[in-house]
């Protein structure tokens, strides 16, 4: 009597299946990704919601030409506050010398601004976009959510000491290697997704906004940033440090140095896609205060994304089918 063989497409499946379910287990680095998650959104909710927000004629700041009482300390109040109030001394002197004259004429354009509603508009998008989605989502969040499940696809069998048991399944151990990517990547995705929603819900319109612009590149930054921490955890033994390190040290410095040495950052192509698409929405502001230096076209962005996904995944399974696994690692 034969026994069958053991199907090897099966066992992979099996794998994929199995590693998509073990990710349903939070460990301690995705529980303190959420908590951050959870206190960006509620700041980004409170200064939305809140009286200021994030408009141009609702900001405060101390106005040098305005003095107190002493006569000594600059006035604080917002942008339209400050318009009524220059008007009002306009309008107090008829006969004005020639040089208040100017400074009245160069007013008015000022003045013209704060009632401008497309320019505000564009002007608090930016103001949310440079702040919430370029500096907190993608420099900080969006690597911490990709690697609490980047990380944990190898990274946990080789804690748990399961990793030679796991080696020994009826697959080559590139094709291990590949269908625990294949388990991490949708929660990887789905995370960070959702996570961008809730940062864009506590954000109202100009949430709104930056999601309907923004979504494709975060679902190219999470496959990309997936497949990185995937290899990270599976060819070394502490890569939550290593992990950890590589967002600090690189995608946040390095990457918003001037110079060529930011295009070895992934966040550098996904800040290219989000200014590109700015710059195609915003009518009356140009988006200089994004922060971007030298941005790529929109197209060698999404080709070098894309490669990377590829190079790093392939590169992370020849390197894990060439390691010799046993019990210490």
């Excluded at 930016?126 to 919430?132: D, G, N, T």
């Excluded at 990709?146 to 048991?165: F, K, Q, S, V």
């Excluded at 941005?295 to 990377?308: G, M």
Aim: net charge positive.
């Amino acid at each position: 009597m034969t026994t069958a063989k053991p199907s090897v497409l099966r066992a992979f499946f099996a794998l994929v299946g199995f590693s998509f379910r073990r990710q349903l287990r939070i460990r301690q680095v995705g529980w303190v990704a959420f908590a951050l998650l959870f206190v960006v959104a509620g700041v980004v909710g409170l200064i939305s919601y809140g009286p200021v927000g994030w408009r141009l004629e609702t900001r405060e700041r101390n106005f040098a030409d305005l003095k107190d009482k002493t006569g000594d300390n600059p006035i604080r109040m917002s942008y339209s506050q400050y318009a009524e109030e220059r008007l009002t001394l306009y309008e107090a002197f008829p006969g004005p010398p020639d040089h208040f004259a100017v400074k009245a004429a160069v007013f008015d354009s000022f003045r013209a601004l704060l009632r401008d509603g497309p320019f505000l508009d564009d002007f608090a998008f930016i103001h949310y976009a440079r702040w919430v989605v370029f500096t907190l989502f993608l420099a900080f969040l969006l690597p911490m959510l990709t690697l609490a499940y980047g990380c944990d696809a190898i990274g946990a069998e080789r804690e748990g000491r399961t990793l030679l048991w796991l080696t020994t399944r009826p697959l080559p151990r590139w094709a291990v290697y590949v269908a625990k990517l294949c388990g991490s990547l949708p929660w990887c995705v789905a995370i960070c997704l959702l996570g961008f929603g809730l940062v864009c819900l506590a954000g109202k319109e100009n949430g709104t906004r930056a999601f309907r612009l923004y979504w494709p590149g975060i679902l190219a930054a999470s496959v990309a940033f997936g497949c990185l921490f995937h290899a990270i955890g599976a060819l070394v033994r502490r890569p939550t440090i290593v992990a950890i390190g590589y967002v600090f040290v690189f995608e946040i410095l390095v990457a918003n140095l001037p110079g060529s040495l930011k295009q070895w950052s992934l966040s550098y192509y996904v800040r290219s896609l989000f200014y590109n698409r700015t710059l195609a929405d915003v009518i009356w502001t140009q988006p200089e205060s994004v922060d971007v230096y030298a941005p790529c076209e929109t197209a060698t962005a999404w080709v070098t994304l894309s490669i990377a996904s590829l190079v790093l995944s392939a590169a992370g399974a020849i390197a894990f089918h060439r390691q010799e696994p046993s019990e210490e690692n």
